[in-house]
């Protein structure tokens, strides 16, 4: 006898084609089986959804929660042994701009050409100019969904 009721009316469908999903691009899965992956972000629950969507696409993932992290693992690694460097900018100790210049300044034989892809919510004309000047190769707005994540690192996976 107390409150409020509220009725909501969806005018939904049921898809009943068995191709129709796989066609959408939204529901669309790359392969990225092999792709070695370093995430690096200070929120907790960000780096625990993006290292799963990262690992349902095939991916090996290693973590990192600060800029410092990030250069200490990709400079202890094998040559070679990341192919993409997925990085937040605003982070704590040392920002994902710091974190991407030092990595490019690194005396390695791949620290010229690691893809460094910037995950930001400020994906402003500004923001974007600064991740090219640090040397990041593309930035990824935040929020993204699975396909935008795996269109980030497709394509730009090299190897020697």
Not at 118 to 138: F, H, Q, V
Request: net charge negative; hydrophobic share 45%.
């Amino acid at each position: 006898g107390v409150g409020t009721t509220f009725t909501v009316t969806l005018p939904l469908r049921r898809d009943t084609g068995t191709d129709a999903a796989a066609d959408r691009p939204e529901t669309r899965r790359e392969n990225l089986q092999g792709v070695s992956v370093l995430l690096v972000d200070d929120n907790a629950l960000n780096l625990e959804i993006t290292e799963f969507l990262l690992k349902q696409a095939g991916c090996t993932v290693r973590t990192a929660v600060n800029g410092r992290e990030e250069v200490e693992i990709f400079g202890q690694s094998e040559p070679f042994g990341f192919d993409v460097i997925l990085t937040d900018i605003m982070m704590p100790v040392l920002d994902g701009y710091a974190a991407a210049r030092q990595i490019r300044a690194l005396a390695r034989p791949d620290a010229g050409r690691v893809q460094i892809v910037a995950m930001t919510a400020g994906a402003l004309a500004d923001t974007i100019a600064k991740c090219r000047e640090a040397g990041m190769n593309a930035y990824l707005p935040k929020p993204f969904t699975a396909v935008q994540l795996a269109d980030a690192i497709v394509g730009r996976v090299t190897k020697p």
